[in-house]
């Protein structure tokens, strides 16, 4: 019993250590839900109108494969580690598997239609085929991107009400 007592302090601080290392719900959603807004946010055809728009003024500081991969690649690689990382408690997992599930399908394209979009306009290609690839390529991943993100917006929905937060999509 002695030996109980002095092990006591320790097995508390352990649980206290491990609760707050646990992130929140709030954190969790924010690292899913909210997270996944950098593949909507990129996902839209003027963005390559405002890469045009930015080269044909000379404000445009890189390349415009460097820019894809800087303010669109990079970013969506660091929220899905992060998302990876996050502990996979039962009443999360399937939130985190749809959030990955539409963060990850967006990735694949903007590493591979993006980029090959950006290196088109890199190349100095006329206006015509720019936008014939950029609406080729909406075509082509539209549906199943929008199917994933109704997805994750349905999960992040019940999850944020489950759990209190306050959370509309638009």
């Known amino acids: 019993m002695n030996n109980l007592l002095k092990l006591l302090p320790f097995f508390l601080f352990t649980i206290v250590v491990y609760a707050c290392a646990s992130p929140s719900k709030e954190q969790v959603f924010q690292q899913t839900a909210l997270n996944s807004n950098l593949v909507s946010a990129a996902y839209r055809p003027a963005y390559f109108r405002e890469i045009l728009e930015h080269k044909a003024k000379n404000t ?17 690689d660091d929220a899905i580690g992060k998302v990876k990382n996050l502990k996979q408690t039962r009443d999360a997992q399937e ?11 967006g990735r694949v ?45 349905a999960v992040a929905t019940v999850f944020a009400k489950e759990n209190k937060i306050d959370y509309r999509a638009r």
């Open 60 to 76: 445009l500081k890189m390349t415009a494969k460097d820019y894809v991969k800087t303010r669109t690649i990079n970013p969506l």
């Open 95 to 105: 939130l985190i598997s749809s959030s990955l599930d539409y963060m990850e399908a």
């Open 109 to 153: 394209i903007f590493a591979k239609e993006y980029l090959r979009i950006a290196e088109l306009i890199d190349a100095g290609k006329s206006a015509e085929e720019i936008e014939t690839a950029i609406d080729q390529m909406f075509k082509s991943t539209e549906t199943e991107l929008l199917t994933k993100q109704n997805n994750m917006i």
